[in-house]
């Protein structure tokens, strides 16, 4: 709203939320501390798990950080921020979820004491950024080689990774599974730097059985059964034909009427079906194929001609899968059969059907491309699956962060520790207020080690001196041991390392929605179209008095809606 010559303008819709300055800006902080507050029990191995139940009773039970804010509804904006920074950090490396949030919380936190300190939100913002600059270089310059090629580093990464999930019973196993799946998919440009896409594993997921039972298989599953009991159930060295079209005799769009006026004339044409659907079958025999995957489907008479051919068949298989396979077994997707061809038949080492639990699945495995795999991933339950997926893809995502950066850190508070020493050496050489901030932001890296000590019920205070001690020394991964609760010189040594950008990313994306949060200093929210916040009057106010009226709401800021804080 503004004012011409004493008369109040209308700039806003009626009902429109605003508030300015520090109300705004401590608002904003305390709803992404609130947020911070509610993952930092589940940090580290050590950390608890959350139940989530949506609201049609829906349950998750997971530690993953990403997951928890999916899950809970934020209505706060800054609440949501905060939301995005764990999605960020999901997205961008995989994992260091709730690492991320508990850190842009704490900087919010520190901030705010300098705001008290009349320090202006943009020296604030600058610091950090600086800070965030020379974190980054610090914690590359700490790092330890890696690669592809380092089987151990690769695997205690996918560990460490899994160390934190219901499933760390069975990580040695899963993260085995994980380095094999992304080794699989990995390829090399031609300047010789590594990408792995994890979309290329698929995962699959069969209630039954003991995580321990989860599996790679390089090839591809379909979740259906041979057409035909009489069909061979396993074939190996096998042509493959990919068929778009039914092996079936179509049916005329229109209605069409036939006289038949003798018993000759049913058996005519009952014998030209049955010499059609030989036909067809003879077509796929001749072109040399072992095993039919067809889209559409399969005619009984067809099945059996196919049958004596000694043909496995599989029927109404998905359009995506038929796609997926045509890669994997390098064959050529025919839409009629008079097209097919020997040399365009796809290929696989072995095609068999096998039971899970009451359901048969065919597997394609050893195919030409090796490229394409599958984790079929067996668990108890439902829920115990799903935050095996979870924990999978978080492994993943870390093997692959660590072929394509080929760079760890030691984990267990380590890299924190140590970029915050260096950080406070770094902020005496600026001086200034922009030191404070950059102190500040040292201090707010300290809470990744403090909350791993807490959630395993060490004393903070104590850890904490114990690591920066033995920092002082120069052990650079001197971290906290949560399996023992000792500190140990080198997390490395034992094991526990985490891939460099994960690290990375969490200061990035933590830095980068505390700096927006801080420069917020006017939230101006418009009305919600059903149900007016309380305080304000229903069905608005006359016109010519809205603004006037408006105004006096505004005033009172305290008239957030609930949702709001
Ligand atoms: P995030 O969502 O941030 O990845 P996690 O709950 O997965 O959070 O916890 C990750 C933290 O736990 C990292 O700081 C990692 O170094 C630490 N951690 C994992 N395993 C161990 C271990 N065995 N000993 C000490 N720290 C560990
Ligand atoms: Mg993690």
Redo the contacts with the bound molecule.
Sequence with gaps: MAQLGGTPVLIMREGTERQRGRDAMQNNIAAAIVIAEAVRT????M?MDKMLVDQFGDVVIT????TILKEIDVQHPAAKMMVEVSKTQDSEVG??????V?LAGELLKRAKKLLEQKIHPTVITEGFRKAADKAVEILYAISINSGIDDEEGLKNAAM??M???IVSESKVKLAQICMDAIKAVAEKSEDGKWTADIEKVQIQKKEGDSIDDTSLIKGIILDKEVVSPGMPKSVSDAKILLLQSAIEIEKTEFDAKLQITSPEQIQQFLDEEEHMLRTMAEKVANSGAKVVICQKGIDDMAQHFLTKAGIMAVRRVKKSDIEKLAKATGGTIFTNLDDISNDKLGWAGLVEERKIMNDSWIFIEKCKDPKSVVILIRGGTELVIDEVERAIH?ALCVVRDVVEDQKLVG????P?IETAIQLRKYASTLGGREQLAVEIFADSLDI?PKT?AENAGLDQIDTLMKLRAAHQQGHKFA?????TGDVVND?AK?G?V?PTV?KVQ?IKSSTEATSMILRIDDVIASAKSAGMPPGMPPGGMPPGMGGMGGMGGMGGMGGLPPGMM
């Design positions: 589940s940090l580290g191995p950390g530690n993953d950080g990403a994992d260091g979820t709730t690492t991320s508990i460490t990774c160390s934190s999930k978080d984990g267990g508070g380590a924190e990744i791993l971290g906290t041991d949560l399996d997390m034992i526990v985490e994960v969490a």
